[in-house]
């Protein structure tokens, strides 16, 4: 039902007209004796709006009506400005990925004319898309929306939005109220185009950044063609930036990129910042909410229900707090219906999250005042102050309420209505006697749209009703069920609350009728109370950790001051191993280590018969990152895995249960120059930039070999394809990396390129090379391309046949880092030897063995101890394979890496001989920080089985109340290795 | 396939075949005595100081040397303070059938189809695969040589990894059917719009189904006159007759539960749950219908993140306490490489709770029992297959776990590979330098 009144528009008064007379309306719309909500604080109760020319003239108690103006009396009616959605796709068609394409990936633009990457694509303009969509305009209106900002969610940089108003009358002309409103941005490609690059979230990243210096050359006017994507990029630089990150972590790389590119995005959150608020809230950032709140899971069998993790119950539990959250941090945020189905969605989700403790005032905001003055319109949007936009709700109390009418939708002073003001309300009880039958009637639902059932007796006859422009029609069974007959009433609705009119007999016969109504009004709304009550669930939120998984801290734990006493200590140093000997730890260091230390303070841990050691460090590890190749290009020099550190990852605790306190994230192998890596401290419950090391030596990972030439898969069109051109590949890049870095120390202008700055940080010795490598010539390639550019690899790792070159190796001053006993995976390990370890330490390599596996780095303590079996290695210098090699191979041996005064508490207590099958670690501590103890760990596994069987309680009570559910779903951990994409 | 990547996998072949493996040994033709040893049994008990004399292949005597004075016989083995281990079985395993991961030109480990109990593994078993001879220098000597894929994958046969060819390596022709049970879960089809994830399988019911109506034509079939062969069918009739084994290949706690169902359905009488990540749960239901269970690798991550940390590790023992006859296996990524690890997935067991002796028991005389091999294999006791090998120390340990004998069916193996062959070459060459 929608009524239109399109005279209240504007005509464009240049058009010429030639059906009729000029009819322009300059009448004023007063509407009074309303409570209005002239913004979300200031309220006018009783109060007058008064518009014209589809904007606000003026508000008050005290405003004078003038004598052309159409009064609308709203008595106990409420107004407030209508709501905006600045993330909308309306009216603009996301494109389809076009069908084919070859297997082989595509590494060239589809384009010409534009930037070298197809998924920058700022040159697109939503408005040039837009076709005005009645229907989900009027789902928007139904949500009480009057403005949207729309855009082609489609690329990593998508170009302009279009501020549009949701009229239905007019044309666009009417509509459009900004072209050119926003630009948006994401981190996922176009499906437009099939080219290769980005692969990876880091890629995503580096691709902004790159541009951004791209852009900045530009526009200086050194760029010696035209690029029209470029051009547009820096014409929508003073637009305000929407950036769709679609969850907490990736709302802090946003702003990561944002802080170094010196744009401050607005960023569409993924509604899971509670998880993290500081963090969150650390960026500054106005953040667009979507209102997605899952559903429960069908937990009814419980066989498919034990798959689910805590994590993901937990999330049906918490989220529709984050919005209370949010506010309660004054984190300014907008709402948006961006992921949801429609506009049934939208309120729904918005009630629940007001259940969940948000204060209406905020929620008022999220969707008025702070959208506009996201888009810098608060003067003409968002609020009913003067001059604004005439666009508003009218209802018949709090917007908020479930039992509230949204009765009409203004926009631009044109109206829309949802839900007639006039329609009189019926519900109620009635009785009525036809043909010598008493008949019960009861009307209840909404007032336009009422439910009715009719009873004769206990008997409930099958009943439909419609009402209509004051007309009711009824039409019921018969008693005699055996019959397929039909009673059917109709009735004009007048203020008498009793009804009257006439009912047509199965047989065609007709008769007056008289529907008496009963004064039990009040105790059906009540009852109707109470049942919609039976539909809310209990709110019990479970508490957040950190992470918030199973094994998170509720709160963070504390660095302590320990004295361990009489236990058997690993030093990796001079000394030794030191039998019955004491080890005090204070403020985060190593303070002492010696016989029969005084405690002081110190929490005395009782170490005898057990074993400290330094915590293992994996050199070669693919956990705790969302991605770890980007494979779009031979080099990926500018991406680093800094970007993508996941600190929930549970392959951290598990790690830290296994004793591993250090890793090294390398990035994959797919690129014979990789990406840059991060190195971590498995401080579990941190977040990820408090993982990373600070202030320590920069690593980048290359390859060889099969992976790089793409040898095992269908992929013939990327250079290199064989290792003869792996060494080219290398001699191209450093040599224009030496003519870069040349162009850059001239001090004259030089387009900025951070792939090529990497790489001349490698030739300028202030970044180290950890080369993924098996057989001996490559190895060997690889130091003489080194040598003649005169720098030096630092470490091989895998180097499965650096058994063979040992002896070039130790002359080179290269390390190693190896698999213990992997081999026959593919080809080129066909002579990887469990050997490898010993024979490089015998020729003097400094030598590590690492995991690059999230099983193995568990178990480091054992692949150490296999080269005490193939090669008769010392178990000390076994053991520095896992500690003190790899601290060394990373530069950080300083820190860490030994039992020595002064260096990072971060050593592990182990139930034993560290390199025994038999020993487990049972604390592991980073800088006097216990991150893992088995006795909490015990702790933990109680904790869950009561967690989860709260949770599964709940979601029970969610289905039998009715509440939607979804099938269960089993989460697959994703282990990367160096092949992962 | 392009002429290139053709003669780069004949190339590979080539190479593969260039290295002479180490050359069996010769049947048993002497008596020998090892004296002075701990003799670990296999079943659970300890001689910390044994004789053990083996003659034409098998073991003639075991005993404790303090206790029993036997006169020594041929050649005496001074083994004191070294330490004797029945041989190491690894079940549901494809060594032999694949030798290099990412070359598909050697891959033999699958066969397309559903139900293909005709595909057996022996005749495609390369006895002179340099992955099974890396095998030995760590006591794992014999082996369940399993295929993968479809629903029913195959046949498997045991072998002894000190062969001339895979006739000569038999030890049990065709000793089971390997049987995936449908899972749970099922991923959705995501070029079809679906999400990717792992629901509910929907079809589990039809799938059960089409199991059901498989073993119900088959016994049909074999009570037939069998006019027309059908290669399937009748390769299911050991299971009827209970000269062979099925294996089914299960994880949770449903499908472990509804696949006894099904064999009681159809009186299959000889069955083993291989994997069964969650059998601890249905231990009576094994206990009751005496089914052995093939323990999933621990040397895994935990499946579910709430699992506890240590859960694949402790999983076996689970099953020990509840007297549910356990072995472990070791199928997953790069399964036939890292199969020589057998023994010190048992210790991690041994780390996480499980008595030392029981761990043992969990790759010898428990798996023997499960193939149906404790008669001949699986323990050190009088009359057995002398398959055995003499460690300087623990071999459930890796730094002990070094071999100076091994033997089997009495014949002294070689302990050397291609990898011990690498080592000396190059150790000698920086040696020369």
Redesign the interface.
Known sequence: MMFVMSFTLLAQEHFPKNDGVSNENTNYTAFTNAKIFVTPTQIIDNGTLLIKDGKVVSTGTSVTIPKNAVVVDLSGKSIYPSFIDIYSDFGVEKPKRPQGGGRSPQYDSNREGFYWNDHVRPEQNAIEHFKFDGKSAGDLRKAGFGVVNTHLQDGIVRGTGSLVALLDSGNDADRILDSRSAQYLSFSKSVKSNQSYPTSLMGSMALLRQLHNDANWYAKGYSKSKDRAIEAYNANKNLVQIFDAGSRVNVLRVDKVGDEINTQFVIVGGGDEYERIDNVKATNAKLILPLDFPDAYDVS?P??A??L???SMREWNQKPANPKIVADNNIPFAFTMHKLKGSKDFSDNLMKAIDYGLDKTKALEALTTVPASILGKSNSLGSLKNGAYANFLITSGDVFNKNTTLYENWIKGSKHVLESMDVKDISGDYTFTVGGNTYDMSISGSPSKPKASVKSGDKELGTKVSYDNDWLNLAFTSTDDSKQEFFRLVSRVTDNPNLSGKIIFPNGNESSVFLQKSNKEADNKSDEMASGKDKEMSKDIVPITYPN??YGFKTLPKQETILFKNATVWTNENDGILENTDVLIRDGKIAQIGQNLNAGGAKVIDAKGKHLTAGIIDEHSHIAASSINEAGQNSSAEVTIEDVVVADD??I??NL?GGVTSIQILHGSANPIGGRSAIIKLKWGEDASNLIYKNTPKFIKFALG?NVKQ??WQSFSRFPQSRMGVEQLYVDYFTRAQEYDKAKKSGKPYRKDTEMEVIAEILNKERYISCHSYVQSEINMLMKVAEKFDFNINTFTHILEG??V??KMKEHGVGGSTFS???????EV??A???NAA?MH??GVVTAINSDD???S??LN?EA??S????GVS?EDAWKFVTLNPAKLLHIDNRVGSLKVGKDADVVLWSGHP??????AEKTIIEGVTYFDLER?KQI?ND?KKE?SELIAQMMEAKNKGLKTK???????Q?LHCDSE | MKLYNYLHILFAVCCLNSFAQQTPANKQTEAFTIVGATAHIGNGTVIDNSVLIVEDGKISVCADARTTKVPYKGTVIQADGKHIYPGFIAPNTTLGLQEIGAVRATNDTREIGTMNPHIRSLIAYNAESKVVESMRPNGVLIGQITPRGGRISGTSSIVQFDAWNWEDAAIKVDDGIHLNWPNSFSRGRWWLGEPSGLTPNKNYATQVDELNSFISNSKAYLNGSQDTKNLQFSAMNGLFNGSQKLFIHADDEKAITDAIAFTNKHGIKEVVIVGGYEAYKVAELLKKNTIGVLARRSHTTPEREDDDYDYPYKLAKLLVDQGVLVGLENSGSMERANARNLPFQAGTVAAHGLDKEEALKLITSNTAKILGLDKQLGTLETGKDATLFISEGDALDMRTNILTHAFINGREISLDTHQTNLWKRYSNKYKSN
Do not use: C
């Open positions: 069998d066989f498919l034990s798959v993790d805590i994590s998984n199973a549970i392959d605790y598990r249960a099969e040898s095992n058994y063979k040992a002896d006993d992997w081999w026959a995976y593919k080809y066909n002579d030897i469990p050997y024979i015998n020729q999230a099983e193995m568990r178990r054992q101890a296999k005490v079996k193939y090669g178990e390199m025994s099958i038999y020993s487990k760990d596994r869950i989860r099938p269960i779903e089993k989460k697959e951990k282990h």
